[in-house]
C-alpha cells in the first residue's frame, strides 16, 4: 500500500481517518511490510517501514488524546488494563488473526501512546537471511556462551530465533527460550522446545533462568541480559554443560564483552574474565541498513570467534585489542562490522552517506566512500 492509499471507503468518495481497531492499523502495517506501527497523541499514525520512520497516510488527521485511549481500551484485557492504571506502561505480545506483535501502552504527559514491533510468523532460516556460513558453528556446540548484540530494531531476535532453528533442526536436544514476550512461536522438531514468557509464567529472566537449570536443559536462550544475576546465571549455565543464547544491546564484540564484565562488583571480574574467556564460542554484533534502492534493509554483521588470542585479552582486560584481533581473524570467519558496511557499499547495496552514517571509524569510511 502506498503512503496515499486510502483505508476506508465512504460512499463513492474515498477517505482516510482514524481507524476504529488497533487490529485495522496492524493489517495496513503488515501487507505494507512496516516493521513497526506508532499510535501516539497529537501524531498521524506512523509506521516504520525499511528503517524509515513516517506517516502511513500524508492527508491522516492527528491521533487526539480521545483517540489513542479508546484504541488502547479497545484491545487491552483487563489485567492489562489495570497494570496500566497502576504502573502506567505495559508490555506484552498481542496476538489476532493477523499474526503476533510485540507491543507497548504507555501513559504520557497528554495521554496514551501505543507502538507495535510486526512479528513475522515465519522462522526465517539461516540460509535465507544471508548470515554467514561460519555462523553455523556456533550452534553446534555442547556448550559455552554465544552473544547476538545490537540495537533496538537491528535483527536481534529474527537471528537468534534462526540460530534455535538450525539447533532445532539438526539435534536432539532440550531447548528452553526464556523471552520478554515471546516473538516467534517455535515448533519442537528434532528438539523439544519449551517456551517461557517473563511477567507471564515467570516473575523475571532470572527466576526463569535458575528455574531452567532445573528442567535438564540443553540449550537454554535468554531473551535480554539485562542485569547482574541474569548475566551471572547464564555464564554460569555456559560453564556447567549448557549452550546459552543471549542477547544485549551494545554495538559491537568490544564493547559487549565490556558490558558482561562490567557489570560485576570488582572483586569477582578476575574470575568472572577467567570464565568467560573459556565460555565464550562468539559474538554476533548486527545493523540493519536502508538499501539504497529503497526496497528493504540490508544485513551488516561484525562477527568474533573466540581463538587463544581473544581468550588472553579477555583474561588481561584488554578488549581494546579486539578489532585489530577481528581483522587478522578473517580466515577463521571473524569480521569487522566496518569491513561489512565496506562491502555492502562497494556492492551497490547501501550509500555511501549510510556507510558513513554506521560506521565506527568514520574517517576512514568517508576516504572509502568518496565522501570526503
Not at 479497545?74 to 488494563?81: A, R, S, T
Not at 564484540?253 to 570464565?275: C, K, N, W
Not at 588472553?312 to 585489542?321: A, D, L
Request: hydrophobic share 40%.
Amino acid at each position: 500500500m502506498s503512503q496515499d492509499t486510502p483505508a476506508i471507503t465512504v460512499g463513492t468518495q474515498q477517505e482516510v481517518h482514524t481507524l476504529d481497531h488497533v487490529d485495522q492499523y496492524l493489517m495496513v502495517g503488515k501487507e505494507s511490510d512496516a516493521s513497526d506501527i506508532h499510535l501516539s497523541v497529537n501524531s498521524k499514525p506512523i509506521w516504520r517501514r525499511f528503517g524509515i520512520l513516517e506517516p502511513i497516510w500524508r492527508q491522516a488527521p492527528m491521533l487526539t488524546a480521545a483517540d489513542t485511549e479508546r484504541l488502547a481500551m479497545g484491545f487491552l484485557d483487563e489485567k492489562q488494563k489495570q497494570q496500566l492504571a497502576e504502573r502506567g506502561d505495559v508490555d506484552f505480545a498481542y496476538s489476532n488473526s493477523l499474526g503476533r506483535f510485540r507491543t507497548s501502552v504507555v501513559r504520557q504527559r497528554i495521554g496514551y501512546d501505543l507502538v507495535f514491533r510486526i512479528i513475522s510468523g515465519k522462522i526465517r532460516s539461516m540460509d535465507e537471511l544471508g548470515l554467514p556460513a561460519q555462523l553455523k558453528l556456533l550452534t553446534q556446540y555442547q556448550n559455552g556462551l554465544v552473544l547476538v548484540t545490537g540495537s533496538v530494531g537491528s535483527g536481534k531476535s529474527t537471528t537468534l530465533a534462526a540460530l534455535v532453528d538450525e539447533i532445532n533442526r539438526d539435534r536432539r536436544d532440550h531447548i528452553i527460550t526464556l523471552e520478554d514476550p515471546i516473538e516467534y512461536v517455535i515448533p519442537s522438531r528434532g528438539c523439544h522446545v519449551t517456551q517461557r514468557e517473563v511477567h507471564t509464567h515467570t516473575k523475571s529472566f532470572a527466576n526463569a533462568l535458575r528455574g531452567a537449570l532445573r528442567e535438564d536443559p540443553d540449550v537454554i536462550m535468554v531473551g535480554e541480559m539485562r542485569d547482574l544475576e541474569t548475566i551471572q546465571l547464564a555464564i554460569t549455565a555456559s560453564e556447567t554443560g549448557h549452550l546459552v543464547l543471549g542477547t544485549l544491546h551494545t554495538s559491537n564484540a568490544a564493547r559487549t564483552l565490556d558490558r558482561v564484565l562490567d557489570v560485576f562488583p570488582t572483586d569477582q571480574r578476575d574470575q568472572i574474565r577467567i570464565m568467560v574467556s573459556e565460555s565464550l564460542r562468539g559474538v554476533i554484533s548486527q545493523q540493519l541498513v536502508p538499501r539504497a534502492d529503497g526496497t528493504g534493509r540490508a544485513l551488516a554483521i561484525e562477527i568474533l570467534m573466540n581463538t587463544p588470542a581473544v581468550g588472553n585479552v579477555i583474561r588481561e582486560s584488554k578488549t581494546f585489542m579486539l578489532p585489530g584481533i577481528i581483522q587478522t581473524g578473517r580466515k577463521l570467519g571473524m569480521q569487522l562490522m566496518d569491513d561489512s558496511l565496506q562491502a555492502l557499499f562497494e556492492a551497490g547495496t547501501i550509500s555511501a552517506e549510510e556507510a558513513v552514517y554506521r560506521a565506527e571509524q568514520k574517517n576512514q569510511m568517508m576516504q572509502i566512500t568518496g565522501s570526503v
